[in-house]
């Protein structure tokens, strides 16, 4: 079959169009549930292309993202909550961080978005600033 697809492309790709018109409905129901089921390993998978279009050095592997979120307790590294978790760069890529795990940490999306291009120090000194005025 695989040779078949790389010698006949334009008949493959008529037939996995047509294959997806006629099973459109299902199709989506399961690309939807596997997205609900399996949202780590979607986020890891979303980073490591947010890093390669910033073309930044480094990689690591779903499994690498899965030990990283079991080595925290499945919590915000920031801010110790628990809920969805997205990887977030300690150096920011856009800042001339790599996408090694060793530069990745599990942040809540509030964290995240708060931290934007800041680094990881940069960010802490940031959160030990406001905490005491949260308890005003």
Known sequence: MRRWRQRHPAEHATET??????????LAAYFAQYRREHRDVRQGIGARRHA??????????TVDWIWL????????????ETGPLQPDHRVPLARGGSNAIENILPACRSCNQRKGLLSEDEFRARLARERPRQGN
């Open 17 to 26: 169009r047509s294959y997806y018109e006629r099973h459109k409905e299902r």
């Open 52 to 61: 390669r279009k910033f073309g930044a050095p480094g990689s690591h592997t």
């Open 69 to 80: 979120l079991q080595f925290w307790n499945w919590r915000c590294a920031y801010c110790g």
